[in-house]
């Protein structure tokens, strides 16, 4: 069983496990080239995060367009994606701050929080409508890297549906809480169509707590109690001196010395918006690095594997037609072990039919540009009813049912 995470536990019980779902994921997979049904968590509770430079199974290092299931984790030269983590909570806020300084924004969105109460339903909704981009963060925000296959595939499916239910819309990107993700996490991914995306600037806006926590080693401001002031300042360096020492070992053109660390034109920037005083930092960055002369762009538009992909699968997808069909509440029947069959499809989940699609326009999939104009925003279908705690046709674990050991 997996470690319990702290940070996780207090906001809901992990979701339960669906063993149809996860025969769906397996059958989606390519295990010629992404092999993971069999391979186990990471062993380890203090799971370091991205891996960085390391080979993979099949000898390519992560970080590198050799490999498909690699994370997006810089932007282009010129080019500034903001992302928020952990909502919707504050995110009427953060979408007035993008507003007032003509900025754009993505938004990774935690599941349980998206279905907690009728105003953050809302606000997904809202950012839908603006035309931000609406990504995923888990149903829990426990590190997935150390939770067993069946519960990564519950994480995801479950954040999703609580989107979906909402916007009518799969998201594409998945940014791993803590970017706790290794290869079986990037497989899985992989599999369903979806891409995983870390940052190369962090602004420590999470870590402003009470009683005061140090900054982390290594970095300028290290070993002072956090404060709004130094986590701007911390910020405001990284991008001065293109990088930030923690958020650099993603290879780039420009390394620095034979350090084995590099320098970056583009950038991923996090930030939160759950608390006062991570808005509070927001407001500073957000039009420091707008005036700098960075391009405010969508996280889509930093994808090295897809240069051209959408904010969300196509709706006639192999994966959003799954998605499609699920039906909530679940019964004991769908906890129940399965005994049915899905056909193999190594396509993947983004395929259509069975069929991958292509990056050249001929698919949908891939015809979103990555602008407001571009996106797919709009009202979402009627027929959608929006998810509440307590509401009458749509019901998320609250509970949780006993997970496999």
Avoid at 260 to 279: M, Q
Avoid at 341 to 347: D, H, R
Wanted: proline share 7%; hydrophobic share 35%; with cysteine.
């Amino acid at each position: 069983m997996a470690t319990p995470d702290t940070y996780a536990s207090y906001r809901v019980p992990e979701p339960p496990v669906v063993p149809k779902w996860t025969a769906f994921v397996k059958s989606l997979s390519n295990e010629t080239e992404y092999p993971w049904i069999n391979v186990a968590p990471s062993p380890s509770t203090n799971d370091g995060g991205a891996t960085g430079g390391a080979a993979n199974g099949v000898g390519a290092a992560w970080g590198t367009v050799a490999n498909a299931a690699t994370e997006v984790f810089s932007c282009p030269t010129g080019f500034w994606a903001l992302s928020f983590d952990d909502g919707p909570v504050l995110t009427d806020q953060a979408m007035a701050l993008l507003k007032t300084n003509g900025v754009v924004g993505t938004f990774f969105l935690i599941g349980s929080n998206v279905v907690n109460n009728a105003t953050h339903a809302k606000f997904v909704q809202d950012l839908y409508n603006a035309g931000h981009q609406i990504a995923l963060h888990t149903w829990t925000h426990r590190q997935i890297s150390l939770q067993s296959t069946d519960e990564v595939i519950s994480e995801l499916i479950f954040n999703i549906l609580s989107i979906y239910n909402v916007i009518g819309k799969v998201p594409r990107y998945f940014r791993p809480p803590y970017s706790a993700i290794d290869d079986r996490v990037r497989y899985i991914l992989h599999s369903m169509g979806l891409r995983p995306v870390i940052w190369n600037i962090e602004t420590l806006d999470a870590e402003i707590v009470t009683p005061p926590q140090q900054a982390p080693f290594g970095i300028d401001i290290a070993g002072q109690n956090l404060t709004v002031p130094l986590s701007i300042q911390h910020t405001e360096n990284s991008f001065n001196q293109k990088y930030d020492p923690r958020w650099n070992y993603f290879p780039s053109s420009t390394q620095i010395g034979t350090t084995g660390r590099y320098t970056y034109d583009g950038f991923i920037s996090l930030e939160h918006e759950t608390t006062n005083t991570e808005i509070q930092v927001a407001q500073a960055i957000v039009p420091f690095a707008f005036q700098s002369g960075l391009k405010s762009v969508y996280v889509n538009e930093c994808d090295q594997i897809l240069p051209n992909a959408s904010f969300y699968l196509d709706d006639n997808s192999l994966l959003v037609q799954f998605i499609k069909n699920i039906n909530l509440p679940l019964t004991d029947a769908d906890y129940a072990a399965f005994s049915g069959f899905f056909p193999a499809n190594p396509a993947g989940g983004s395929s259509i039919n069975g069929a991958p699609t292509t990056t050249d326009g001929s698919s949908s999939v891939f015809s979103g540009s990555g602008s407001k104009s571009s996106s797919g925003s709009g009202s979402s279908p009627t027929s959608f009813t929006t998810p509440t705690a307590n509401s009458g046709s749509v019901h998320y674990p609250s509970e949780g049912k006993k997970r496999k050991q």
